[in-house]
């Protein structure tokens, strides 16, 4: 079974004005569970406006999406919003964590919506936490944090939700590289724990690693 499969899909930002602009140009591709897929391409290539839509983020101008077998591209945007929630887990190039509260609560955040216990949802995190070698950092303000200790908290808020797929746009952009290969260290822990994972990047570090099933190489939109 496919995990996610996309059918033809076409995405046009701006469309009937002027500035019109065509960032995926019919493009199908399967998605398989528990592998490491990459997309490999130079800025503008398409391939995060590819990942927004196999992450249920964006809706593509045209063509379907299928999700376990099942097509969700018009479903109404609250089913949507939970899809998102319960499925995927998000780590961006720039962080996105919260300043002026702790690395515990940056990473319990996304689950609050879920309405689970406090005491539960705080030990799964501190689990999480403990995972990425992190436990000791879990009361620190996460503007205090390094680099490396703000991406694994990136990484441990986006798992908060117990998703089955993880995205991760740029994930290693601002990162040097021994920081790099340590992030991809830590997507092969989450392969062997069966996760599906998704990464667009343009770092040679990405696509070389042997965590990597599948590089899928993107050029104006398309897959090449």
Request: glycine letters at 8%; a positive charge.
């Amino acid at each position: 079974m496919n995990m996610i499969q996309l059918l033809n899909i076409r995405k046009v930002f701006n469309m009937g004005r002027p500035n019109e602009f065509t960032a995926i140009h019919g493009v199908s591709l399967s998605i398989h569970p528990h592998q490491v897929t990459a997309l490999k391409g130079p800025s503008g290539s398409g391939k995060t406006t590819l990942l927004s839509i196999l992450g249920c983020m964006a809706r593509p101008t045209s063509g379907r999406i299928m999700l376990f077998d099942r097509e969700i591209t018009s479903l109404p945007e609250r089913f949507l919003t939970e899809i998102r929630r319960k499925t995927f887990g998000f780590v961006f190039q720039q962080f996105h964590l919260i300043k002026g509260i702790t690395v515990l609560e940056n990473v319990m955040l996304p689950a609050y919506p879920g309405g689970e216990g406090y005491g539960a949802l705080r030990k799964r995190a501190m689990e999480i936490l403990d995972l990425l070698s992190l436990s000791k950092k879990a009361s620190s303000r996460v503007e205090w944090l390094s680099g490396g200790e703000a991406q694994r908290t990136a990484i441990a808020r986006a798992l908060i939700n117990r998703p089955s797929v993880m995205i991760a746009d740029e994930p290693t952009g601002h990162l040097d590289s021994r920081l790099s290969q340590e992030f991809m260290q830590i997507m092969g822990r989450l392969k062997q724990d069966r996760k599906t994972i998704l990464i667009a990047s343009h770092d040679p570090i990405v696509h070389e690693s042997e965590t990597v099933d599948r590089v899928i190489e993107m050029r104006d939109g398309r897959i090449i």
